[in-house]
């Protein structure tokens, strides 16, 4: 049976828009690695935690470009 919490955090992550005032960065893909995580405009540069949702976000930019 789920429970309350579970369900909670389920509709968190589907209505989640993960607005960039809600990530925080955790580090730089470089190599290979970008070609795993392709994202909708291209390659994955970076990865970036939701702070609403708890999902991790890969984006296509890095810091600091």
Known sequence: ?????????????????????KLKFIRNIGGDEMLI???KNGLAKSEWLCNHCGRVVHKNFRVGE
């Not at 579970?6 to 209505?15: D, E, P, Q, T, Y």
Request: with cysteine; charged share 20%; proline share 0%.
């Open 37 to 39: 995580y392709y994202v």
């Open 1 to 21: 049976m789920l429970s309350i919490k579970s369900i909670i955090n389920f509709i968190k992550i589907v209505l989640c828009k993960h607005d960039d005032s």
